[in-house]
């Protein structure tokens, strides 16, 4: 991991202390990783409909395209993550029949679960304009960053008072 990348760990754990909202912690996460990596061009989070749990709604997110809204589990990177429950990296999304478009534009992809209590609760998604960028060390940074998520999400996070 990078001493930027470290940093903003330990920002976001400090804020996470602070936060009062699950929603206010996404979206600091959001955005900070919006701004401060430049090759994290959409960044945001999908959490599980608590009408429907077989679908994703869109949360908070940050990026120069409109994400699809509501996703359902059996479909796209992040259906294959939410049913897994491993992290997805997809560094060349041309390439994988699973990816849903949002964005043409679009070469690289992670998804995060994030997990309470053994349930999936959510998921972190960043998408990237360049080829090859989710590396093992970048993986470990998206994985901590939606870590902290997870450990404050015991306040009840839910799809209905999360989304934008």
Request: proline letters at 4%; a negative charge; charged letters at 20%.
């Amino acid at each position: 991991m990078t001493p930027k990348q470290q940093n903003l760990l330990s920002d976001f754990k400090q804020f996470a202390s602070k936060a009062t909202t699950s929603k206010s912690l996404m979206e600091h996460i959001a955005e900070r990783l919006h701004e401060e990596i430049a090759y994290y061009n959409w960044v945001g989070f999908y959490l599980v409909d608590p009408a429907d749990r077989n679908f994703l709604v869109v949360g908070p997110f940050v990026g120069s395209f409109t994400p699809n809204e509501r996703i359902p589990l059996a479909r796209g990177l992040c259906g294959a993550a939410a049913v897994s429950g491993e992290t997805v990296v997809v560094n060349d999304v041309s390439k994988d029949t699973r990816y849903l478009s949002g964005s043409s534009m679009v070469k690289s992809e992670i998804v995060v679960p994030l997990f309470q209590k053994k349930t999936l609760i959510a998921e972190l998604d960043v998408e990237s304009y360049f080829a090859d960028t989710f590396t093992p060390s970048e993986q470990e940074f998206v994985e901590g960053c939606a870590a902290i998520v997870a450990a404050h999400a015991g306040s009840g996070l839910t799809a209905s008072t999360q989304s934008r």
